[in-house]
């Protein structure tokens, strides 16, 4: 089992920025992929970006590339995310997310066994 702790969200102003933190605890060896999710209100879970555990690969969607930076330290089992530039739509709760396995579809929740709790960021406008 990995347990997954997010932190750092919060309420910003259109254009603010924030960095939120994954932390992970447990069987964190068997840890291939980490992610982050984010979910609006009324909407579906929506893919943000990911990064090999090993060897540090990312992938952003599109509506965030070039604002926000996913990155780790294995040694303190952490994941980071930098958003700049947010913007109103962007508000959503915050989801980290590890996989046990190597899925191509690293885009899509059932891809992930571990999730954390969520953190809320808001951004006005």
């Known amino acids: 089992q990995v347990q997954l702790v997010e932190s750092g969200g919060g309420l910003v102003q259109d254009g603010g920025s924030l960095r939120l933190s994954c932390a992970l605890s447990?069987?964190?060896?068997?840890?291939?992929?980490m992610a982050w999710f984010r979910q609006a209100p009324g909407k579906d879970r929506e893919f943000v970006t990911t990064?090999?555990?090993?060897?540090?690969?990312?992938d952003y969607a599109d509506s965030v590339k070039g604002r926000f930076t996913v990155s780790k330290v294995n040694a303190k089992n952490i994941v980071y995310l930098q958003m700049i530039s947010l913007k109103p739509e962007d508000t959503a709760v915050y989801y980290c997310?590890?996989?046990?396995?190597?899925?191509?579809?690293?885009?899509?929740?059932?891809?992930?066994?571990?999730w954390g709790q969520g953190t809320q960021v808001t951004v006005s406008s």
């Open positions: 990064i090999r555990w090993i060897g540090g690969r990312t």
């Open positions: 997310a590890a996989s046990s396995r190597d899925d191509l579809r690293f885009d899509l929740p059932h891809s992930y066994d571990y």
């Open positions: 447990g069987a964190t060896w068997n840890i291939y992929n």
